[in-house]
């Protein structure tokens, strides 16, 4: 594996449409390109608190047999899942000041 992807467990999993539960995923280190296209993305422009599934759903690659990873799908993630992906992106990435900025989350 490369040394910019990661593998991480969800503690719940993710259920999808069919009820088959994605424990196991794969996310990248977050890049520059990421950051800029997020902030133009229109779901975020018009709620800041959106920020957070969309960068996520450009750095997770897949979850389980699903991918692409979209905010939509992310948003079936139970809050302690979805917690868990934060701290593994704040890790990976040493991210000092934490996922959500001030005031987003």
Do not use: C, W
Request: aromatic share 10%.
């Amino acid at each position: 594996m490369d040394y910019t992807y990661f593998e991480f467990t969800l503690p719940k999993g993710l259920v999808d449409a069919n009820g088959g539960i994605h424990h196991h995923g794969i996310m990248r280190l977050v890049t520059g390109k990421d950051e800029i296209l997020v902030h133009k993305d229109s779901q975020v422009q018009q709620d800041p608190y959106y920020r957070i599934l969309v960068i996520l759903s450009r750095v997770i690659t897949r979850i389980g047999n699903l991918s692409p990873v979209t905010p939509k799908l992310l948003e079936q993630l139970f809050l302690v899942d979805l917690i868990y992906v934060q701290n593994f992106f704040n890790r990976i990435n040493q991210h000092q000041g934490g996922l959500a900025r001030s005031g987003e989350f």
